[in-house]
Structure formats: structure tokens, C-alpha cells
């Protein structure tokens, strides 16, 4: 079924620090996953993509990693900084006749102590 | 650079009446979307729009709800009786493209979002 989730609601870094946060998915038909980032009252914010061709890809200080074997995917920010505090989301993005949706997962909610 | 605007930013309502949340896509998109926040939960898709049709609805979505695009401009969203249960955060969402045409993933850009109090 349609199933996108995350391993741990909070992580806490130090500035600096590399973070890494984890997502599980379940339906293995997956094509095209996104990592948004959501700041307190916002809306969620666009990060990085990948497609189900890619195991890995990297953008400005984020790398996003799949693994399509377990059906797992995770979000590395390097050198974190205290902008990066928010909720991340992985979502899985379904094609059904041709138009998109998004499903989410629970989200993790990620804080950098300076 | 481009965006969604949403209004209004918080509305507080009675259970019962009939809310609109207004929103103001990227004015060269095609595609429109409305999901919704529940306090401390999941982004949650309700309904997609395109050439002035729904093009797929959750099950969140039942008769109580409404997609309009009155103009050339707006998108609302109407909950015709709310609930409580209605309470959530609103994002209204647009994308140039279908998505996952090729090379073209058909972002989503995002709102900053309606919060609805049903009380």
C-alpha cells in the first residue's frame, strides 16, 4: 500500500555536524521520491529529488541516498547549520492517470544546537 | 522569485459553517493541488485540478468539499460544514508541469499555508 515513513521524529546535531535522516517506504513500484523541508508555520520547501534510475544524488550541502533493495532512502546535510532546524519530509511521488500526487511520511524534526 | 500566496494566513470558525481558503498559484502553472496538515502530523494529499477538473481526490475528500478556479488568478478550497476534524493546516500547491514527464519532475511549489480553528 501506499506507506512512506521515518525512523526517528527528532534529531539533534551540534553546528557543524553531519546529519543524516532516515526514510522507509513500501511500495516497491516507487518511482520518484523528494525531501521537502518544512520551517515552523511555512509551507514545505523543496530540497532535492531522486528517481528510482539513481542511487544517489547531490545538491548543496545535501546528498540523498536510495536503496531500492530495502526500500529505504536518507537525507545527509553536511556541515549543519542552525537554518537547518526543521521538520523534513521524504514523500513518494504517485502517477496515477497521468497526474501527480504526493504521499508523505511522518516527518523528522531536526535540531542544530550552535 | 515566484510563489503561492494563501489567504487568509489563520481563520477561526464555528463547526457547522462554511469556510473558503483562497490561494494564488504561480501565474504560468497548470497544475494545482491542495493538501492539508493536521497539528503534528503528515502532510496529506486532498485534491488535484487541472483544466478547470478535479484530476484525482482522496478519500479525505468527500462532498463536504469543493475546488473552484473562479478567475484566471485564484483556486479556493470550500468546506462547506466544518468539523472539528477539519481543523489543519491548508497548503495549496501548483506545479508547471504534469510531472515525471521525462526529465521534467513537475516540482511542487508550496504555499505557506491556511490554518483553519473549527471550533
Known amino acids: 500500500g501506499e506507506s512512506v515513513g521515518l525512523h526517528l521524529p527528532t534529531l539533534s546535531v551540534q553546528e557543524g555536524d553531519n546529519s543524516i535522516i532516515n526514510c522507509a517506504y513500501s511500495?516497491?513500484?516507487?518511482?520518484?521520491f523528494i525531501w521537502y523541508k518544512q520551517e515552523s508555520g511555512k509551507g514545505p520547501q523543496f530540497i532535492i529529488d531522486?528517481?528510482?534510475?539513481?542511487d544517489k544524488r547531490q545538491g548543496q550541502r545535501v546528498t540523498v541516498l536510495l536503496n531500492k533493495t530495502v526500500k529505504h532512502l536518507s537525507l545527509q546535510i553536511a556541515a549543519t547549520q542552525p537554518g537547518d532546524s526543521a521538520v523534513y519530509f521524504c514523500?513518494?511521488?504517485?502517477?496515477?492517470?497521468?497526474?501527480?500526487?504526493?504521499?508523505f511520511g511522518t516527518g523528522t524534526r531536526l535540531l542544530v544546537s550552535p | 522569485e515566484p510563489e503561492v500566496t494563501q489567504t487568509p494566513s489563520h481563520q477561526v470558525t464555528q463547526m457547522g459553517q462554511e469556510v473558503i481558503l483562497r490561494c494564488v498559484p504561480i501565474?504560468?502553472?497548470?497544475?494545482f493541488y491542495w493538501y492539508r496538515q493536521i497539528l503534528g502530523q503528515k502532510v496529506e494529499f486532498l485534491v488535484s485540478?487541472?483544466?478547470?477538473?478535479?484530476?484525482?481526490k482522496s478519500e479525505i475528500f468527500d462532498d463536504q468539499f469543493s475546488v473552484e478556479r473562479p478567475d484566471g488568478s485564484n483556486f479556493t478550497l470550500k468546506i462547506r460544514s466544518t468539523k472539528l476534524e477539519d481543523s489543519a493546516m491548508y497548503f495549496c500547491?501548483?506545479?508547471?508541469?504534469?510531472?515525471?514527464?521525462?526529465?521534467?519532475?513537475?516540482?511542487?511549489?508550496f504555499g505557506e499555508g491556511s490554518r483553519l480553528t473549527v471550533l
Open positions: 500547491a501548483s506545479s508547471e508541469a504534469r510531472g515525471f514527464a521525462g526529465a521534467n519532475t513537475g516540482e511542487l511549489f
Open positions: 511500495n516497491s513500484a516507487s518511482d520518484y
Open positions: 531522486i528517481r528510482s534510475n539513481m
Open positions: 514523500a513518494d511521488l504517485f502517477m496515477n492517470t497521468g497526474f501527480q500526487k504526493l504521499v
Open positions: 501565474s504560468n502553472h497548470l497544475y
Open positions: 485540478f487541472y483544466n478547470n477538473e478535479i484530476s484525482e
